[in-house]
């Protein structure tokens, strides 16, 4: 097998993996509340995670971090994962998965609304066109369709959804900016963030031991929400010849999702929901794809 077709493996594992997350969130919240939901899936990630620094033989680099690296981990466990799962279960406990789960793809499209004010970027034309097509799709679904009246059927649970991409684009810009190994740091983010939702969990007496039937749920989402399936897609990017060539298979996800979600959630997908993902989708990819058309004119 080539390395392209190790990466293509193992970014379609990823792939598949996040595309079921949504409705192993909503099934999860049947028998458990979004908070301990959280609390329990976290010890699982961070299991997982000391397992592949083991294997890695990278233990060792955690004595090498330095108080600098130690605060920069303390705030970005403070948004991942503490804050970002905190806003998007909440979102999922009250909205239907379709919805919840299609809104938190708007990531890419506050990434490039926060880079104005925190990376100093400009944006074009394109750019402002793209943002504004995804924001379409954003109302569409939101709405359900019902665009002329333009009331949100649940607009906290709508501004969750959308607050919770808000939350990850910050997370991503903060991140890159840090070069340590991504699965060292990984792990001591997610150190952080177990406790900052422990001392949630305790502050509301949410505390307690979760049902015997929420213990495949929080095992599943700590396994491949939040700890194998981001090492499997660092993989992939470090096999492929280029970052494009796998990257682009991401978009596979929310519709694999909705698919998911009819299946195993039960959930009659809306028609509104797919168009208002096709939108922003599209935006995304005019965002990603449209100044380079441009330049080769």
């Known amino acids: 097998m080539t390395k392209q077709n190790k990466a293509y493996s193992f970014a379609i594992t990823a792939i598949l993996f996040w595309s079921t997350i949504a409705s192993a969130f909503k099934l999860s919240l049947r028998y458990l509340d979004f ?6 899936a976290s010890a699982v990630s961070i299991a997982v995670l000391f397992i592949f620094l083991l294997i890695q033989n990278k233990l060792a680099q955690l004595k090498e971090l330095t108080l600098k690296d130690y ?3 303390a705030f970005l466990g403070f948004l991942n994962p503490f804050l970002y799962y905190v806003v998007l279960l909440k979102a999922y406990s009250i909205l239907p998965a379709q919805e919840a789960g299609t809104l938190n793809y708007t990531w890419p499209v506050m990434l490039v609304l926060l880079s104005i004010p925190l990376l100093k ?5 394109i750019s402002m066109l793209a943002i504004i097509i995804s924001f379409f799709g954003v109302a569409l679904i939101g709405t359900r369709g019902d665009l002329a009246l333009l009331k949100f059927n649940n607009p906290l649970g709508v501004s969750l959804a ?16 840090d070069s340590r190994d991504e699965v060292v740091k990984l792990f001591v983010n997610f150190i952080f963030g177990f406790f900052y939702i422990l001392i949630l969990n305790i502050f509301l007496n949410k505390l307690s031991l979760p049902e015997s039937k929420a213990i495949l749920g929080i095992v599943y989402i700590g396994l491949f929400e939040m700890g194998i399936t981001y090492v499997v897609w660092l993989k992939a990017l470090k096999y492929s010849e280029t970052t494009a060539k796998v990257s682009n298979l991401i978009f596979l996800s929310p519709f694999l999702s909705l698919f998911f979600i009819a299946v195993f959630v039960g959930e009659r997908i809306l028609t509104s929901t797919i168009t208002g993902l096709a939108f922003i989708v599209g935006g ?12 080769l004119e």
């Open 35 to 40: 908070l301990r939901l959280i609390l329990f």
């Open 71 to 73: 605060l920069n981990s």
């Open 121 to 125: 970027q400009k944006i074009g034309f």
């Open 162 to 177: 959308v607050g919770s991409s808000v939350v990850w684009a910050l997370y991503w810009i903060f991140n890159v900016k």
């Open 284 to 295: 995304i990819l005019l965002q990603q794809y449209g100044q380079r058309f441009r330049t």
